[in-house]
């Protein structure tokens, strides 16, 4: 049977500066200039070296792989003196068989590599590349006659589960290496055995199967696949699935089994303030539960494969995911080839997640791309590989604002989303109603969504009357405010995805007064503060009851009578002035209330049980650091 022996300890790395030290894995050597803003972050080939001991094996019947689960952007691995592998694509698993050369003691050594090139995804993007060994590096003891390990990084196991009538069709497919048969049982959540079959590509028929139905019900069968020889088992693979049936329809929005199910989300990024990507399980537990806490139903997962870890907290959780490579802001005709891998990894690696319900093919690709010819025809390439790779999903990808609605590339792929900043960085918050209304009164067959929407807000700088580009908590607020009314007055948009969850690095940019930083997010880049937005979207999406006074940062006021707004998914709020009541309303989601101010307020507002206080102060003369102070730098925005 198999066994892991883990390799995050006692690493040498040298690095830019040429020197070398200890460190442990998770790693990047880009967690503090790759944060710093003025886009200088160093890229380059960094070096890192580790001696291990050989696991226990037997040389005649087992192997051993090493297995890299994330190493940005591109690796040589070499052991005892001999090249293993090389690898091109920072987000995904990639192994070696390293059986033949293992002695008692060993030297490795990964040169990884994020260099600047012309042939490997991402190259340009409003986000940091960080370089490093930044997921787990494993050795694998496996029998000789195993589940394949040697196929694009996957599990060795696809299962496709179709619901058919009341019952669901249970294809479970297997790659093996060596002798043997294959056997496979399928147990329920609880561990009971419920179906058993034999054979490399078998379909059995699970009855009255419990549905995987989003967050409501995110029910999780497991597989247990088996290679046997002579009666013996030679190895196991579990893969847990669930069982689910979606479609899309362009008037009615996103269906999962068979009901309407809006789709209401987030965009995530990987990384973490002087951390980079090089992140934790607990940080991604900590991601999901604050995602979960906000109330959404479906993530993008940007502009990358995510660890293998995240997918399963979104099978797990019930989100509903958009899977995607960094194929991203300019075609690069020498990169077409790292595309295709990077999809072949992706769809192998995660296929039996029932979180996945597309795959993203590319992001705001026109907006510096020249040759659009050679660009398209990677775009049909990369979309009849997702179809034949997995005919059970559907394939998408995310446009620039500058793209029109009659650009060829959006209506290559089954479904398509904009990202549109209409209201940030061009005036004008309507026209995100005109531009949805355009393209489905043109389109009217073709399915339509919002991949990105968002407005710079920093908690430290706030305004009584917020405008566009002041990148106050207030204006953020004021901005989701009008997005998710408008919404509404669509709701056959196929799914919304706010950007950002959370703020993200992005060295290239200089704004808010922190340089390095894309504040975009509802919850800031330490995960510390929940903004504003974050309570909005709480009270429109999340059955937690809760009530939330906004502004509670903007304490010093020069007003003598001043708004204070509330958000709640409450139907009653009721708001207290220093003890007293001073006004309740009905309504949803927003209550506004007008507050005297002479001197100092502590305010109080009530929804059902729930609480939230603030207070408020009377000032002179307008507190400046609330105010943003322009810089001299020209990195306003990366493009």
Known sequence: MRSTTKLMKNWQFTGPDGK?????????????????GGNDYWRGICIYKT???????????????????????????????????RHDGGYSTFRADVTALLADSNELIVEADNSKNDRVYPQKADFTFYGGIYRDVSLLVVNRNHIALGYLGGPGVQITPTVNGANADIEVKTWMEGDGEVEFSIYDAAGAEVLTGKGLDTTVTLEHPHLWDGVRDPYLYTCAVRLVLNGEVQDEVRQRFGVRSFSVDPKQGFFLNGRPYPLHGVSRHQDRKGLGNAITREMHDEDMQLIKELGANTIRLAHYQHDQYFYDLCDEAGMVVWAEIPYISEHLPNGRANTISQMKELIYQNYNHPCIVCWGVSNEITISTRD??????????????????????????????MCGPFNPVAHITDLVSWNLYLGWYVPGLFLNDLWMDFFHLVYPGRPLGFSEYGAEGMPNLHSAHPRRGDHTEEYQAKYHEYMLKCFDRHPWLWATHVWNMFDFAADARDQGGEPGMNHKGLVTFDRKTKKDSFYLYKAWWSEENFVHICSKRFTDRTEKEIEVKVYSNQHTVALYADGKKLAEQTGEHIFKF????HGKVELKAVAGDCIDTASFRSVAEPNPSYKLKKSNSTSANWV
């Open 20 to 36: 070398t030290a200890a460190v442990d894995l998770p790693h990047t050597w880009n967690n503090i200039d790759g944060q710093d």
């Open 51 to 85: 001696r291990f001991a050989a696991p226990a094996f037997d040389k005649n019947t087992q192997q051993v792989w090493l297995q890299f689960e994330g190493v940005n952007a591109s690796a040589k691995v070499t052991l005892n003196g001999v090249e293993v592998t």
């Open 594 to 597: 007008r507050v005297p101010l």
């Open 372 to 401: 659009k010819a050679d660009m398209l025809d990677n775009h049909r390439e990369l979309n009849d590989l997702c179809h034949k790779m997995d005919s059970t999903r559907l394939t998408t990808l995310a446009c620039y604002a």
